[in-house]
Each structure stands twice: as C-alpha cells, then as structure tokens.
Nanobody, 115 residues
Framework: QVQLVESGGGLVQPGGSLRLSCAAS????????MGWYRQAPGKQREWVAS????????NYADSVKGRFTVSWDNAKNTMYLQMNSLKPEDTAVYYC????????WGQGTQVTVSS
C-alpha cells in the first residue's frame, strides 16, 4: 500500500512563498493523476491542483491559478507545490492524494499565512 507524507508547511507572511512536498512510498503508476488538496478550519476539504505523472499535464483551482505550481519528480517519487504570493485565505492543512480511488490520507502539513 502506497503511503503519502506531506511536508514543508509553516508560518509565512502575506505575499510570501512556500514549497510543499509529497513523498510517496511505493509505486505510483505512470498514468496516475496526483493532486493537492487543502482544508481550512470549519470548511470541507477542497482540491487545489493536480498533475498527471506521465505527460505532466496540470490543472489548478481558480483561487490559486497563477500563484501555485505543481510538479512531479519521478526520480524521487515526490510531488511538489510551489506556492507564491500567498494570501491569508490560503491558510489550511494541505494534503496530497490521487484524484480518484484515494489512497489513505496522510497527516497533512499546516500552512498559515498571517502577518
């Protein structure tokens, strides 16, 4: 069973940047689409961005388009989320997973955007 471990969160001021990592143990098949999700306090988990491992096609939620970039490192079996121009409304716990037939959810990584 593949396990997912998110890291890289922290406290950052508005306008700042962070890079999140999602390390996958085990085999992620080439045609899998992986996604980043986030859950803010009192809200449902929402999809943020996704990438297809083969081909590298990406998609983004409108709220992060132009500010976030998702990428995949095949050698490291790791997905990244580069987050720039962060806003207070980006504050959430960030998770990674497949976009269908979910794997067990990891513990997530907290991102707090505040001055």
């Amino acid at each position: 069973q593949v396990q997912l471990v998110e890291s890289g969160g922290g406290l950052v001021q508005p306008g700042g940047s962070l890079r999140l990592s999602c390390a996958a143990s085990g085999t992620i098949f080439r045609f899998t689409t992986m996604g980043w999700y986030r859950q803010a306090p009192g809200k449902q988990r929402e999809w943020v961005a996704s990438i297809t491992i083969t081909g590298g096609g990406t998609n983004y939620a409108d709220s992060v388009k132009g500010r976030f970039t998702v990428s995949w490192d095949n050698a490291k079996n790791t997905m990244y989320l580069q987050m720039n121009s962060l806003k207070p409304e980006d504050t959430a716990v960030y998770y990674c997973n497949k976009v269908s037939f979910y794997l067990p959810w990891g513990q997530g990584t907290q991102v707090t955007v505040s001055s």
